[in-house]
């Protein structure tokens, strides 16, 4: 079935980092209408923001403490409401953040939770007794250490997943419910056209049977979303989940359990990890496009894939899989068509356009993300300085969020203050200003990669078979509507041979131009081609 949310692009906007017009250092909601031409020049129609409400920022707006208010460091609600109406000016649309696994704890209902036992905001949150004076079970958070936090004015511990700062929701509470559902529309009221549902299976759980996410009551409790919120508004959701095999993601999406449009797998970019995070082995390509494959061949005519390279809880993908230095335009734009060209809905982190490369944090001082401030020590007890330092420039959720350079003057022109995290530091050559410049544009690249994918009906809703995935070279097609095309990349900085020609006429999109036949693809090389 014809959707909206099948024909948008979305481009992921980390405020923090965008732009900054105030000199505080700290991108603004006046820095995004800045670039909503930059966006709309692009091509790009939806645009995902991550958080920016009112927040004490113990993990960047990931810990809302007013789900109804922007918090003042990105600007006011006028300004929001200015935002708003600039991007359905352009034909945007706008997709927010939904954080509703749990608050921050300066969020009035959980002051008002803690006070005491009996308090009526007590049973919004997670609290349990002491078992043998320790913690009620040995669950971990996601940001290390105990997911139960100790609080002694009433004796009891909470639940936090996340930092202590981030205490659980309790949605078994037909309150919290409701909180949330007239939460959200108040959002789609004003105008707001869905969301990005943060770790959404983590909400339902069952804690004294051992299960701290998926848990029973999660598919009754997404349906409700939608019944009371979604649904009458056409709004577009897409999940945060981590872990589900396509045919789990399929309980979630199928249009006919109405629940929410598409989710993230996270399946390819953890391809190359020998570990959690902070543990990058060598990275595989075959393996790479093998799980991208299994998702499109898994999700075809029956759900529909959100696809993506990069977000701000990943380092920047020419560092893991392309080559920052002779072939970062090639490499970026490969990888671009790799993914892209796929069937389902492309969502682009800021600054991906560009080909934006890592930081180098060479200290502790230049950290700010709080999961690689609580790894520190712990990754100090395996590796010297030097190496968790290189760990973290890998690896580090701070990679994708530095600082975009628009231009090549000081801090990338990203503010006239100073950064509240360092820039990549290749920024006075890498920026937006030169990329537009250059007869190498990676932005230009994507502008007419998604120009093809919206123009193009094979490549909105055809079908998807891999024909061919070995080593650093995969072939795979696309067909449907208007017509058939192969999509051939090699993911090598050496050329690689294909056994069969390509004609110049054929090519529809390819990262080098094609003026002869070829049998060979250059390094990183990417080709669209027709099939005739
Ligand atoms: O990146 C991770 C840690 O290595 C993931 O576990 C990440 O925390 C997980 O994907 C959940 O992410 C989302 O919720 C978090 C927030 O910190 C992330 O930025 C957000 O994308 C808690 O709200
Ligand atoms: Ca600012």
Not at 229 to 249: C, D, K, R
Not at 350 to 376: K, M, V
């Amino acid at each position: 079935m014809k959707e909206w949310y099948k024909e948008a692009v979305v481009y992921q906007i980390y405020p923090k980092s965008f732009c900054d017009t105030n000199g505080d250092g700290i991108g603004d909601i006046c820095g995004i209408i800045s670039k909503l031409d930059y966006l709309k020049e692009l091509g790009v129609n939806t645009i995902w923001l991550s958080p920016c409400y009112v927040s004490p920022g113990d993990d960047n707006g990931y810990d809302i403490a007013d789900y109804r208010k922007i918090d003042p460091v990105y600007g006011s609600m006028d300004d929001f409401k200015a935002m708003l109406s600039e991007m359905k000016k352009r034909g945007m649309r706008l997709l927010m953040d939904l954080v509703v696994n749990h608050t921050s704890d300066e969020h009035k209902w959980f002051e008002e939770s803690r006070k005491s036992k009996d308090n009526p905001y007590r049973n919004y949150y997670i609290w349990r007794d002491p078992v043998n004076g320790h913690e009620p079970n040995e669950w971990q958070s996601n940001f290390g250490g105990s997911a139960w936090e100790y609080d002694k004015t009433t004796g009891q511990y909470y639940l936090h997943l996340f930092s202590k700062k981030q205490p659980d929701l309790n949605w078994e509470n037909p309150k919290v419910r409701q909180e949330i559902v007239d939460m959200m529309n108040y959002w789609l009221e004003m105008g707001v056209d869905g969301f990005r549902c943060d770790v959404i299976n983590l909400i339902s759980k069952d804690i004294e049977n051992g299960i701290s996410g998926d848990g029973p009551r999660l598919h009754e409790y997404i349906h409700l979303l939608n019944r009371e919120a979604l649904a009458p508004h056409n709004a577009m959701t897409v999940g945060e989940v981590w872990g589900l095999s396509p045919e789990e993601s399929l309980m979630l999406t199928h249009p006919e359990r109405q629940e929410l449009s598409m989710v993230f797998q996270f399946e390819h970019m953890g391809v190359g990890r020998t570990g959690g995070r902070f543990y990058l082995g060598e990275f595989e390509p075959e393996k790479y496009v093998s799980v991208l494959a299994k998702w499109q061949e898994g999700l075809n005519g029956k759900g529909w894939n959100a696809i993506c390279v990069e977000n701000h809880d990943q380092s920047r993908c020419i560092n893991r899989i392309g080559n920052t230095d002779k072939y970062r335009y090639e490499s970026a734009t490969m990888i671009a068509t790799l993914v892209y060209a796929m069937q389902g809905t492309p969502y682009i982190f800021q600054g991906q356009e560009l080909g934006l490369i890592n930081p180098i944090f060479s200290s502790l001082e230049e950290c700010r993300d709080i999961e690689a401030l609580n790894a520190y020590p712990e990754l100090l007890k395996e590796f010297d300085e030097e190496e968790v330092m290189r760990r973290f420039s890998g690896d580090s959720r701070d990679c994708g969020r530095a600082p975009i350079p628009w231009d090549d003057s000081e801090n990338g022109g990203f503010t006239t203050g100073t950064p509240w995290l360092k820039l990549h530091d290749r920024y006075k050559e890498i920026n937006a200003k030169a990329d537009l410049l250059s007869s190498k544009s990676v932005y230009k690249y994507y502008k007419s990669l998604i120009r093809l994918h919206l123009e193009n009906k094979t490549m909105l809703y055809g079908d998807f078979d891999l024909l061919y995935n070995k080593d650093s070279l995969s072939v795979y097609q696309r067909s449907g509507e208007d017509g058939i095309y192969k999509v051939i990349c090699n993911f090598c900085d050496k050329p690689c041979a294909i056994d069969f020609n390509v004609l110049p006429e054929t090519v529809i999109l390819s990262n080098y131009s094609v003026e002869e036949e070829i049998s060979e693809l250059a390094p990183y090389q990417a080709l669209i081609v027709k099939e005739v």
